[in-house]
């Protein structure tokens, strides 16, 4: 049984952003379900079995917008779920170059101590973008930064190779154990609305309580609505 703070810390977060959504006259909604051999964030398995995860989001016509992501993990030896809401804004400098920032907040439903929230910035352009997070307690422990980089280059129509890079930098930690790197490359195909992708990642270490490093070869299928 989850914490009742939790649960309602999040009833509240999704209310809010249906609303926001149901509110907004103009903008688009849109959703994705995707089905991935082990769920891996930053180098790190969050859920070494086949997972289903969940994303909406909705886009303002003025530059605003809000989701929400949901998936099952096992943390600290619980299988339990993830909710992550998110929040922010995003506007052009030029018609290929934009901007955009915000801030995200996690939720574990059976590890509430793990609970944490980053803010966000960052710059796109057509082919690649780079954000930097920041945590005033990341899993509940100490402050970090992280170095987000995403890229992508077309193969033929419907083929194409995209690459991911990030740096976590724990402040406070010393040595080499402060900074853990994550580097994934992917083939990506795309059929209508369906995108299918398999690709290589460097394992990153297990520094989370009760998770596991990420394999190295993994897949995934994504079905946009």
């Known amino acids: 049984m989850f914490p009742d703070h939790c649960h309602k810390k999040y009833s509240v977060s999704l209310a809010?952003?249906?609303?926001?959504?149901?509110?907004?006259?103009?903008?688009?909604?849109?959703?994705?379900?995707?089905?991935?051999?082990?769920?891996?964030?930053?180098?790190?398995?969050?859920?070494?079995?086949p997972v289903l995860q969940a994303r909406v989001e909705h886009d303002f016509e003025n530059g605003w917008y809000g989701g929400a992501f949901a998936s099952p993990v096992a943390l600290s030896g619980l299988r339990q779920g993830q909710l992550t809401a998110y929040a922010g804004r995003a506007r052009r400098f030029t018609s290929t170059l934009s901007w955009d920032a915000g801030i995200t907040s996690t939720a574990y439903l059976r590890n509430s101590n793990l609970?944490?929230?980053e803010f966000y910035a960052g710059l796109a352009v057509?082919?690649?973008s780079a954000r930097l997070f920041y945590s005033p307690a990341y899993y509940g422990d100490e402050r970090s930064v992280y170095l987000d980089l995403n890229g992508g280059y077309p193969l033929s129509d419907r083929l194409s190779l995209v690459g991911h890079a990030g740096l976590l930098h724990r402040i406070g930690e010393r040595g080499a154990e402060a900074r853990l790197l994550d580097v994934r490359v992917a083939l990506q195909c795309d059929v209508g609305d369906v995108s299918l992708q398999?690709?290589?990642?460097?394992?990153?270490?297990d520094y989370l309580p009760g998770s596991s490093r990420a394999r190295a070869l993994s897949a995934s299928a994504s079905r946009r609505f």
């Open 198 to 205: 398999a690709g290589w990642q460097i394992r990153g270490n």
């Open 115 to 117: 609970n944490y929230h």
């Open 126 to 128: 057509d082919r690649g």
């Open 16 to 49: 809010l952003l249906l609303s926001v959504a149901a509110a907004g006259a103009r903008g688009q909604t849109s959703a994705d379900v995707t089905v991935m051999s082990e769920f891996a964030a930053r180098g790190v398995a969050l859920d070494t079995h």
